[in-house]
């Protein structure tokens, strides 16, 4: 990525001790008396991406990471089969990033979180706006029933049907296929719980497949415990649609006003259709839209630039 500055050392790191048996990782980098920002992944249970540390300047920013409960290096990992998927949820995150927040005595922070990490960056601050400086949220997505029925429903299937057929393949019984995976996922068989995280992991890439700039199946490239604790999770929360009422998020937009915001958008985005940033942008009052005609979900060249650029123009702010 062009632009981007040197990877910053980890200054230091913990583990957040939720109370109910998770242990969230967090780490701090860049400068300790720097504009706050904190980092929220993708997946749900992508975990901490390397490289999005290096679009903030760290000699202004105090930059900020955590694993999602489950993912990453948090405890316990939900590629263990004991792991108590109930302990994780929505609000179980949304809890989490508050006493984050409280611990590391952050008084307001910008959220930076692309694809499923800009609903819960959204959600957060719905729920504490007066806790977020600024907002910047690539590939933008609200994980509502609509987008969960496109993405893992059939929705874009009718542009792919070899890869959705192949992703239907271990699924024996009709009804809800999310359904079906998160049974899979919770098999006593690790081989079938494998099985059934590489053929997601595979649909999440066949998705992407037709864009021309990023790295090849990034949601497969994972280590095997890693693949399996992102298909189970994401599962998860797709059969809930993200625990969040029908379109309560757009509903909330009006609460951000005041906040800046810029959601930034590739066109060719098929995971992440259009439609959901463009509509948030003409509900929060305080937002900029900026589409980007040769970016997908993985963005472009141009793309990651422009949102560079965004990070270092709220630096000052």
């Known amino acids: 990525m062009s632009g981007t500055h040197s990877s910053t050392e980890v200054r230091q790191?913990?583990?957040?001790?939720?109370?109910?048996?998770?242990r969230v990782y967090w780490e701090e980098r860049g400068n300790p008396d720097g504009k706050p920002a904190l980092i929220v992944h993708g997946g749900p249970g992508g975990g901490s991406p390397s490289g999005t540390p290096k679009l903030f300047d760290p000699?202004?920013?105090r930059i900020i990471l955590f694993d999602q409960r489950g993912c990453g290096r948090s405890t316990p990992h939900a590629s263990e089969l004991a792991t108590d998927m109930s302990l994780n949820t929505t609000e179980h995150l949304l809890r989490d990033m508050e006493q984050l927040r409280a611990q590391l005595e952050v008084e307001r922070w910008l959220l930076f979180g692309g694809s499923w990490g800009s609903a819960l960056s959204v959600a957060y601050a719905?729920?504490?706006p007066e806790r977020v400086s600024e907002m910047v949220l690539p590939a933008f997505w609200l994980m509502g029933r609509a987008e969960v029925d496109w993405l893992y429903r059939g929705g874009v299937a009718q542009l792919f049907p070899?890869?959705?057929?192949?992703?239907?393949?271990?699924?024996?019984?009709?009804?809800?296929?999310?359904?079906?995976?998160v049974t899979l996922m919770n098999d006593p068989d690790v081989q079938v719980r494998s099985r059934a995280a590489l053929n997601w992991s595979a649909w999440e890439d066949a998705v992407l497949s037709l864009e021309l700039h990023g790295k090849p199946a990034p949601f497969s490239d994972r280590a095997s415990a890693d693949l399996l604790a992102f298909a189970r999770i994401c599962a998860h929360y797709a059969t809930h649609d993200g625990w969040f009422d029908d379109g309560a998020l757009l509903?909330?937009?009006?609460?951000?006003?005041?906040?800046?915001?810029v959601i930034i958008h590739g066109r060719l985005d098929l995971s992440c259709p259009f439609d959901a940033a463009w509509k948030f942008a003409q509900a929060w009052p305080s937002a900029e839209l900026v589409t980007f005609a040769d970016a997908g979900h993985k963005g472009s060249p141009a793309m990651h630039e422009y949102v560079r650029n965004t990070v270092a123009r709220f630096a000052g702010l």
Request: proline content about 4%; charged content about 30%.
């Open 13 to 22: 790191s913990g583990m957040l001790e939720t109370g109910d048996g998770n």
């Open 59 to 61: 000699e202004r920013y």
């Open 126 to 128: 719905e729920r504490h």
């Open 162 to 181: 070899a890869e959705w057929e192949r992703f239907r393949n271990d699924v024996t019984e009709p009804g809800d296929v999310v359904a079906a995976y």
């Open 251 to 261: 509903r909330g937009a009006e609460i951000l006003a005041g906040i800046p915001g």
